[in-house]
């Protein structure tokens, strides 16, 4: 009741007046599990026209459309296919398919002049996410990759934290997280064959962590990274009862760990995992000079607070403890996800800057590409990115 009385007092920052006068044209490349996701937030947005899907599974983009009703939608054996048919006068696409298409996929439609939303990881190579920045700088179009969790106001709070100063300089943060047991073979083996995902726990979840934290401190340049990977449960035939044989197709790592130094004199502590004999390999913490903070770890690691976090602050002397209780709906994933393809579709119609631009995922691939080069080299690297 109380809670209720306090709400009508509150600000409704989303409600914004859409123009529906002329539709957004959207096609949606890759029809497996995500999509569904893309295609349910873009059927809650009033201007949005969802003219054409693509899948490289025959039938695949067909059955996708049909179990919605949606019939009349355009369907393509390939994202080329798809995006070669001028007809269809797209003016954005979705692109939900496994890591390893996401470069050729995001490439070939800004060479087409077609704006994108890229699924999380962005890619799998740092070479790769290079090739896409210089397509959507020749493009001039809207590039914004898939992370949800950014329009969570928790993760916004955290950001605000630091923004404010209460923290003082950082100089150490802790992140990551995994489960116990969830490497995600529900539908197959598309997370774990080299030949789709290319990148296993490090690229799937790793990429929010390392997110989440460089966000909030305005994404620094990385500078080295020692970086370790390792396979020792989707390896084993015995993980996965009712699929044995899943254990030969596992290709990428369930485990990945890394100490990261960033330009500003900031040590970054990274672990995750698809599966471990743990809980949780620990919270996220972010350590400075006049403060620190606590974000609870989750159970199920998808790049959300797993509860309230704890403000650390001396004041006046004394040792403080501030609890700042989880924010509203912040981790509902149907509502994260209709804001992400809201804000991405804002960017569209209005020429405005992508909500999660590349300028800034390109260092959290970096990082990546580093965990995965230093594991194999066995030791530290330089992290260097090309000019584009
Ligand atoms: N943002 C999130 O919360 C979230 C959640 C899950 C997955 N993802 C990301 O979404 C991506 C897809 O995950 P998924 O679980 O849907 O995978 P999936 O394997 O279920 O589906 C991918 C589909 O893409 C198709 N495909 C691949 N290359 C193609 C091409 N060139 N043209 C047309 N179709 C192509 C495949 O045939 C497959 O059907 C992954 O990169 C994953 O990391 C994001």
Known sequence: MAASIQDRFKENTEQT??????????????????????????????????????????????????????????????????????????????????NRTHAECAIYALKKGINVLLEKPMCVTL????????AEKESGKVLSIGFQPRLDENMKM?????????????????????????????YGTTFIEDKTAGIGALGDIGCYSLDMVLNAIGYPKPLTVSGYKSAFFGTRPDYYPTHPEY?????????????????????????????????????TIILGTEGGLRIPSTECWNGSVGGEM????????????????????GTDFNKLFDRKIRSFLDAVKNHTP????????????AIIDGIFKSAEAGREIEITIPEF
């Open 17 to 98: 007046v859409i123009d529906t006068s002329k539709k957004v044209r959207v096609g949606i490349i890759g029809t497996g599990w995500i999509a569904e996701a893309h295609l349910a937030s873009y059927r809650n947005q009033p201007d949005v026209e969802i003219v054409a899907g693509a899948d490289l599974v025959e039938g695949k983009a067909e059955a996708f459309f049909k179990q919605f009703d949606m019939e009349g939608v355009k369907c393509y054996r390939s994202h080329a296919e798809m995006l070669d048919d001028a007809s269809l006068n797209l003016d954005a696409v979705s692109i939900c398919t496994y």
């Open 127 to 134: 070479e790769e996410a290079v090739e896409i920045c210089k």
């Open 158 to 186: 955290i950001k605000k934290i630091v923004e404010s100063g209460r923290l003082g300089k950082i100089y150490y943060i802790q992140t990551g997280g995994g489960r116990r047991r969830g490497i995600p073979t529900p």
């Open 247 to 283: 254990a030969e197709k596992f290709e990428v790592d369930d485990f990945a760990a890394a100490f990261i130094r960033l330009e500003g004199d900031i040590i970054l502590d990274f672990r995750i995992a698809w599966a471990m004999n743990l809980d949780t390999p620990g919270d």
């Open 310 to 329: 704890t403000l650390y602050q001396e004041i006046c002397g004394e040792q403080t403890q501030t609890k700042i209780p989880v924010i509203g709906d």
């Open 354 to 365: 992508a909500p999660v631009p590349s300028s800034q995922i390109i260092y959290n691939q």
